[in-house]
């Protein structure tokens, strides 16, 4: 007897395991980066941001900031053998390329020595430069240059709201 409840009781305990996951699956997602939808269901991908914007170099927001890429980086190889961003930052070809040079903290490796070459630390330029494009941003942003905080601390500082 003892058998047949515990039987019926794993039974039960399954049933209800696959009814739940089955809810689960059906579960609306939530409204994130992908809008709406179950789960499970496959959606189209959401149509890629288009060219990216070539303003002229942009103000840096805070001092150490990486600047970003004011032009198009479309099928600009960087790999082992090739760096196409080299082409034109590097030291020897900067000038001609009429392209801002590489500063000196890309010589430089990690304890600081300034090496003759680019920094294999620096190699993969998008690592840290990325060009912009128009696309709406997809989470809310509350960034805030330096400027904007510094003078937010000023106010506050003088007795102003925050
Ligand atoms: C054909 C030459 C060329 C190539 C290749 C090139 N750039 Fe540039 N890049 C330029 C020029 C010219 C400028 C300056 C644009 C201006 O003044 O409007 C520039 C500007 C920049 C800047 C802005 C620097 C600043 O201080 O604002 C960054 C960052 C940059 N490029 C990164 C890259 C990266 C990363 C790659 C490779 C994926 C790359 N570039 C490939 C020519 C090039
Ligand atoms: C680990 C992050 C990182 C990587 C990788 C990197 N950079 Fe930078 N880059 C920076 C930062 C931070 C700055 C601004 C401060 C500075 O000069 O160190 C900068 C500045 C620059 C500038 C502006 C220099 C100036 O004097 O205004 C150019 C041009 C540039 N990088 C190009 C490149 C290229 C080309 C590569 C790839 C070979 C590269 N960077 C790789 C972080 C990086």
Same mark, same amino acid.
Not at 63 to 92: A, F, G, K, M
Not at 100 to 125: E, G, I, N, W
């Given at each position: 007897?003892?058998?047949?409840? #515990?039987? %019926?009781? /794993?039974?039960?305990?399954?049933? #209800?395991?696959?009814?739940? #996951? ?12 992908? !809008? ?6 496959? !959606? ?12 002229? +170099? ?10 970003? *890429? ?6 600009? !190889? *960087?790999?082992?053998? =090739?760096?196409?961003?080299?082409? %034109? =930052?590097?030291?020897?070809? #900067? ?7 590489? /500063?000196?903290? =890309?010589?430089?490796? +990690? ?13 993969? %330029?998008?690592?840290? =430069? *990325? ?10 942003? +509350?960034? !805030?240059? *330096? ?16």
């Amino acid at each position: 007897m003892k058998r047949l409840t #515990a039987l %019926c009781l /794993s039974a039960t305990l399954a049933w #209800a395991g696959v009814t739940l #996951a089955e809810e689960h699956y059906r579960a609306s997602a939530p409204d994130g980066l992908r !809008q709406g939808g179950t789960v499970a269901e496959t !959606q189209p991908a959401p149509p890629m941001a288009g060219q990216s914007r070539e303003s002229g +170099r942009e103000v840096l927001n805070y001092p150490e900031q990486p600047p970003v *890429v004011p032009h198009n980086i479309r099928d600009y !190889q *960087v790999d082992l053998r =090739h760096n196409q961003c080299l082409t %034109c =930052h590097s030291r020897e070809n #900067a000038v001609s390329a009429g392209a801002p040079m590489v /500063s000196v903290t =890309h010589f430089m490796d +990690r304890h600081k020595q300034v090496l003759a070459a680019v920094s294999p630390d620096r190699y993969f %330029c998008t690592q840290c =430069h *990325v060009p912009q494009t128009d696309a709406a941003p997809l989470v809310e942003n +509350r960034f !805030q240059t *330096v400027d904007q905080v510094l003078g937010e601390m000023l106010r506050e500082s003088q007795g102003g709201e925050p």
